[in-house]
């Protein structure tokens, strides 16, 4: 399929793909889009893209308020999402959060790395 794409791409086609998955916006992308709660958060190159992540935390229902208010007294860019949290990470730092989270006493059950750096 990748290939199919990158051969569209070559033949000057404009390909509207939707991925979180930062390898393949490194594969396919000239130009990318974010969109957060519906509106538009970055228009740019890949590069200033992939310079953070989302990252999404499944925590249990009764505790999500009050862990949403421990990440942001810590200073993460954190919201609600669902039953979940996102919260924005600076690249090479996606664990941070799970972490300070885990020492305040959170129990994280499970968590998604929706975008950014990989590395």
Same mark, same amino acid.
């Given at each position: !399929?990748? @290939? &199919? &794409?990158?051969? &569209?791409?070559?033949?000057?086609?404009?390909?509207?793909?939707?991925?979180?998955?930062?390898?393949?916006?490194? +594969? +396919?992308?000239?130009?990318?889009?974010?969109? @957060?709660?519906?509106?538009?958060? $970055?228009?740019?190159?890949?590069?200033?893209?992939?310079?953070?992540? $989302?990252?999404? +935390?499944?925590?249990? @229902?009764?505790?999500?308020?009050?862990? +949403?208010?421990?990440?942001?007294? *810590?200073? !993460?860019?954190?919201? $609600?999402?669902? #039953?979940?949290?996102?919260?924005?990470?600076? *690249?090479?730092?996606?664990?941070?959060?799970?972490?300070?989270? *885990?020492?305040?006493? !959170?129990? #994280?059950?499970?968590?998604?790395?929706?975008?950014?750096?990989?590395?």
């Amino acid at each position: !399929f990748f @290939e &199919l &794409l990158q051969g &569209l791409k070559r033949d000057g086609k404009t390909i509207i793909f939707t991925t979180h998955r930062a390898d393949e916006i490194a +594969l +396919l992308a000239d130009r990318v889009v974010v969109l @957060e709660r519906g509106r538009v958060a $970055r228009d740019g190159p890949p590069g200033e893209h992939i310079s953070d992540a $989302r990252l999404k +935390l499944a925590i249990a @229902e009764e505790c999500s308020a009050p862990a +949403l208010a421990e990440l942001s007294r *810590a200073g !993460f860019d954190a919201h $609600r999402n669902g #039953v979940g949290l996102i919260v924005r990470v600076p *690249a090479g730092r996606n664990a941070t959060p799970i972490a300070h989270l *885990a020492r305040a006493g !959170f129990d #994280v059950q499970a968590f998604e790395l929706e975008s950014g750096d990989h590395s």
